[in-house]
């Protein structure tokens, strides 16, 4: 079955960055978009960003452009987001996500498969 693994959360002071992982199984991830959340307390789970290397497509909410960086290592099938001067109200479990098809990435019930979350906290 098809998995999902993110790791790298953790604590940072605000201005600092840290990377997030997600190591997919069961999927090949180069073939389906991937995508990242985050979703706050109280708060919808908001796309970040997504890419599908097949259709060479990348895609950025306007909330973290130029702060936020998604790519691939199609080898290793694992997806990565870097994260740069982050702010306190990035604090968030961070999930990345696949979808078996589709092209409205900013659309979170495009994607069908779900990792477990991973908390960024920023003080």
């Known amino acids: 079955h098809v998995q999902l693994v993110e790791s790298g959360g953790g604590s940072v002071q605000a201005g600092g960055s840290l990377t997030l992982s997600c190591a997919a199984s069961g999927v090949t991830a180069s073939t389906h978009y991937m995508g990242w959340f985050r979703q706050a307390p109280g708060k919808e789970r908001e796309v970040l960003a997504a890419?599908?290397?097949?259709?060479?497509?990348?895609h950025y909410a306007s909330s973290v452009m130029g702060r936020f960086t998604i790519s691939q290592d199609s080898a290793k099938n694992t997806v990565y987001l870097q994260m740069d001067s982050l702010k306190p109200e990035d604090t968030a479990i961070y999930y990345c996500?696949?979808?078996?098809?589709?092209?409205?990435?900013?659309?979170?019930?495009?994607?069908?498969?779900w990792g477990q979350g991973t908390q960024v906290t920023v003080s």
């Open positions: 890419m599908h290397i097949t259709s060479r497509s990348i």
């Open positions: 996500a696949a979808a078996k098809a589709g092209s409205r990435w900013y659309d979170r019930f495009m994607y069908n498969w």
